[in-house]
Each structure stands twice: as structure tokens, then as C-alpha cells.
């Protein structure tokens, strides 16, 4: 056997020796059916989705500072006040739906803009 065929062997054990204690994270390794050893990178690894969540809060606020400076901080609070003497899921709408800081200020944002 010549010697670059040896390290070539050497090489291939050393790889699947790698690939039987276990993968790397970040790395996924394949023996295609012509023996070659593919090493490619694994997937983008998924987290969990902060820029959504934050888009879905930006979205509660701002309609309840819309409709809050389109009915009017009293007419509001009357409303989800009817809200609160229903059922189960009516009451947590209403608890939901009062006005808090963040959506009066967005009211007040909104209002100053028309």
C-alpha cells in the first residue's frame, strides 16, 4: 500500500472515530456512496422569536392607544367596565383591555398628531 494511501485511511478513521463519539453541534458530516467524506454546516439553530413577540406588544399598544384617543379616556374606561361584571372571558378582555400607562401615552401621541 503506498503512503498517501495509508494517510488517507488514517484520515478516514480519524473521521468516523469523530463522527461515533458524536457530532459536533455545529456540524453535520456524510459519507456519500463514492466514499467521500461531505462536511457541511449545520442549520441555523432556531431561538425563540423575540422580534415577534415584540411586534405583537407594539400592535396591542397601539390599538388600544387608537381606540383610546378615538373614543376618549372615559367613554373607554365605561366600556371595558361593562366588560368586567360578565363571564370568565369577559372579564379577562376587560382586564386586557383597561387603559395603562403605555396605552395612554400612545393616546396622547396619537391625539397630538391630528
Known sequence: MSESHAEFHDRLAKIYRKE?????????????RDGYVIVRGAGRQRSFPWMGLAMVAVAFFGIK????ASYGPEFYTQ????????????????????????????????????
Do not use: F
Open 65 to 68: 392607544g387608537a381606540m383610546i
Open 79 to 114: 366600556k371595558v367596565a361593562r366588560l368586567d361584571g360578565a363571564s370568565k372571558v369577559e372579564q379577562v378582555a376587560a382586564w386586557t383591555m383597561r387603559p395603562d400607562p403605555m396605552s395612554r401615552w400612545v393616546a396622547v401621541q396619537i391625539k397630538a398628531l391630528k
Open 20 to 32: 461515533a463519539k458524536g457530532r459536533r453541534p455545529r456540524q453535520r458530516i456524510a459519507v456519500n
